[in-house]
């Protein structure tokens, strides 16, 4: 058996919270690869809305098991919380979320770090969410971590000091002021909670769960071109996106992926800095960002808006190995006579049709073909043959340009307002 991988295409926010939870009931296990509590999958079904930072978005069902892999950094604080508010909607954790030994701990500092860096920036910050996702990531890779596993052992203690210790230098060369002792005593409450979890060498479980028969769905965070290697650097997350990213998050091997679920908006979003060729800086920008709530789950900073970019959905298909597409929020276009779609990009004098390595120096000009809108409500269809032709022309057009099938149309927040298209392949 291999494992599914499910991804966003796209600058984050493209709704991917939403579709593991309708496809939760297909698979066996749901498992974080990448990220932290940077991320916000929201879920709405019952009439309330639900929003998950580190914790797999098929939690809420009964009938599998949600792990959190080794590539996930997790704040103990905000873990706390989440946990805290599944167990006041009857949730029960403890036999559903599995920790990976492996998945690195954000520390106090860490998020210290990410304010006094993102800080000395000035004009140039990058739109950090200074949850202390790069701090840690850096700490990672620079060999002085704390992992999950080191929670329960007798030096843990002093290894959290000796790292912190280290943060203070760092600090200290900020000139930044903080108030650790403020800090620590939440800090501290989440790792206990930890402790009440059950830990475990994800890639030993997983890859083993996969030789029993069970199906897996690899949940990823962010998107495609936050990637810290693909995505328009330096304006990215602190970690691999894109569907290699589920390899090593997991311990999967590259010839056990399977399926890969492509996410996208029918339009564009980012949150932060950074390029954005479709940016719409004027009144239907503003439309679609009030009509579409447009907000960041995590942050709350309103979305800066977009046509879709066809250029860049093809670089996202093209690194991930896209072999299903689900476009989500087509309701929010009802509102719209005609809606635009790039196709190309002016750039240094030529016309193209991929993504150049450097858009962040260099300008470049998105060249639209337009397309009927469907001016019709879509919140309220339940099938397939209920939805108007130029939403299905829309479809077709993408469809044709990405060379990719595009299986779920969703029409609504909620889990019921999931239309699945007639080549759907988790039907």
Same mark, same amino acid.
């Given at each position: ?154 030096? +843990? ?30 800090? +501290? ?239």
């Amino acid at each position: 058996m291999s494992a599914d991988v499910l991804l966003g295409l796209q600058w984050g926010d493209e709704g991917k919270g939403k579709i593991v939870d309708v496809l939760t009931p297909k698979y066996d296990i749901i498992a974080r690869f990448q990220g932290g509590p940077n991320a916000g999958h929201t879920l709405e079904f019952n009439g309330i809305k639900h929003v998950l930072h580190t914790i797999p978005s098929g939690i809420f069902h009964d009938s599998n098991i949600n792990v959190v892999g080794n590539g996930v950094v997790i704040d103990p604080v905000i873990f706390k919380k989440e946990i805290d508010a599944l167990k006041k909607l009857g949730v029960d954790v403890s036999k559903k979320l599995l920790i990976s030994k492996r998945a690195h701990l954000i520390l106090p500092t860490h998020r210290l770090l990410d304010a006094a860096s993102e800080a000395a920036k000035g004009k140039d910050k990058i739109g950090s969410t200074l949850k202390g996702i790069g701090p840690t990531y850096m700490d990672k890779t620079g060999r002085n971590g704390l992992r999950v596993g080191d929670i329960t052992t007798p030096a +843990f203690k002093q290894k959290y000091d000796t790292l912190v210790a280290k943060h203070k230098q760092l600090l200290a060369f900020h000139n930044y002021e903080y108030n650790l002792a403020e800090l620590e005593p939440a800090f +501290f409450e989440g790792i206990e909670v930890l402790k009440e979890l059950q830990h475990i060498d994800s890639e030993q479980y997983i890859n083993k769960a996969m030789r029993a028969g069970k199906k897996v769905l690899a949940e990823g965070a962010q998107g495609s071109l936050l990637d810290i290697d693909f995505g328009t650097y330096p304006f990215v997350t602190s970690s691999n996106t894109v569907t290699a990213g589920a390899c090593t998050g997991l311990g999967v091997a590259p010839n056990k992926i399977g399926n890969v679920i492509g996410i996208f908006k029918a339009y564009c979003t980012r949150v932060g800095s950074g390029p954005f060729p479709t940016e719409l800086n004027d009144e239907t920008g503003e439309k679609i960002r009030q009509v579409g709530r447009e907000f960041g789950a995590t942050t709350g900073r309103p979305r800066r808006c977009g046509w879709l970019d066809l250029p860049a959905l093809n670089y996202a298909i093209m690194i991930n190995g896209a072999t299903e597409l689900m476009m989500m929020k087509a309701d929010i276009l009802s509102e719209f006579d005609t809606i635009k779609i790039c196709t190309h990009y002016k750039f240094k004098g030529e016309t193209i049709d991929y993504l150049p390595y450097d858009i962040v120096d260099n300008a470049i000009e998105p060249v639209y073909i337009e397309m009927k809108g469907w001016k019709k409500d879509l919140t309220k269809m339940d099938n397939i043959d209920q939805l108007p032709v130029e939403l299905k022309d829309y479809v077709a057009y993408i469809e044709k340009q990405t060379g990719v099938p595009i299986s779920i149309v969703s029409i609504g927040p909620d889990r019921k307002q999931t239309i699945f298209m007639e080549h759907a392949l988790v039907k």
